[in-house]
Nanobody, 125 residues
Framework: QLQLVESGGGLVQPGGSLRLSCAAS????????IVWFRQAPGKEREGVSC????????TYADSVKGRFTISRDNAKNTVYLQMNSLKPEDTATYYC??????????????????WGQGTQVTVSS
């Protein structure tokens, strides 16, 4: 069973930063595209960012462009989401998801097949 574990969430003031990590166990991430999603209470799940298996293509939701950066370190079997200039509306549970990608697509699509349990991010003063 593929397992993903998110970490790095917490409470931060508006304007602050957090770095989320998505680590894999029992499989290597280098053949998987990774997508970060988030879901706030009472709202639909939203795709936040995506990175292709080779790390060369990324996609961002309009709401986070210019503030969030996705990256991956396949040697550490981990994908990161650096979140800067955080706003209260970024408050949500953040999930990472993996999708097998043996052939890198022209665009990273925000879909996933294997999910982590999530990490809570709260932006509040």
């Amino acid at each position: 069973q593929l397992q993903l574990v998110e970490s790095g969430g917490g409470l931060v003031q508006p304007g602050g930063s957090l770095r989320l990590s998505c680590a894999a166990s029992k499989f290597t991430l280098d053949s998987y595209a990774i997508v970060w999603f988030r879901q706030a209470p009472g709202k639909e799940r939203e795709g936040v960012s995506c990175i292709t298996s080779n790390g060369l293509r990324t996609t961002y939701a309009d709401s986070v462009k210019g503030r969030f950066t996705i990256s991956r370190d396949n040697a550490k079997n981990t994908v990161y989401l650096q979140m800067n200039s955080l706003k209260p509306e970024d408050t949500a549970t953040y999930y990472c998801a993996a999708r097998l990608e043996l052939i890198v697509q022209p665009m990273c699509v925000m879909t996933g097949d294997y999910w982590g349990q999530g990490t809570q991010v709260t932006v509040s003063s």
